[in-house]
């Protein structure tokens, strides 16, 4: 069988397509901070048609925030996704306070939910609340432990950098036993 000899190959270039498309969402966000929805619409259309699929679960997310500016509309906010959407919102704006009060509602409504705990810890990190992030993102990495890798790559998170918890709760992704697909 040609599977074994196949398996690095495979391994390498699903890699490159997961790092090519992370390239990809954070053009898009960087296009979401700047407001520039149509940009960021366009390319988060792609990641959610053809994604890795946690990359295109995140972008179908953010595709709705483009929605919801492209088409503002005046509905007050009662869902979790109502509250989630305007904390991303305003947190791409950098209105951090307003940010954390939507996201924080949004958690009352919904407490399993990883990417509300992964938006409240950039939040935090970017408002220079070091343990409210820390606390934030060790949940959603234990709802998510994929979310290790994203807040390696999040500029948001780099308030953090150099504190040892940080560290801390990242590496245990790379302490991890490798699984076997067999």
Partial sequence: M??????????????????????NYETAIGHLQKQRYDKAK???EKLAAGGPAEVADRARVYLRLC????????????????????????????R?????????KAEKLDSKREECYYALAAAHAL???????????????RLRPQNRFQA???????SLASDPRFASL?????NA??????
């Avoid at 408002?127 to 990495?141: I, R, T």
């Fill in 42 to 44: 366009n390319l988060l």
């Fill in 67 to 94: 929605d919801q500016k492209l088409r503002p509309a005046s509905k007050p906010l009662k869902t979790f996704e109502d509250y989630y959407l305007a904390g991303v919102s305003e947190l791409n704006a950098r």
């Fill in 152 to 158: 390696q790559q999040d500029e948001d998170f780099q």
């Fill in 177 to 182: 036993p490798a699984r076997s697909g067999a």
């Fill in 96 to 104: 951090l306070d307003r940010a954390i009060e939507y996201l924080g």
């Fill in 2 to 23: 040609t599977r074994d000899s196949d398996a690095p190959h495979e391994r390498r270039t699903m890699d490159a397509q997961y790092v090519g498309a992370l390239k």
């Fill in 127 to 141: 408002a220079g609340n070091a343990d409210a992030a820390l606390e934030h993102l060790s949940v959603s990495v």
């Fill in 170 to 174: 990242l590496s245990a992704a790379r």
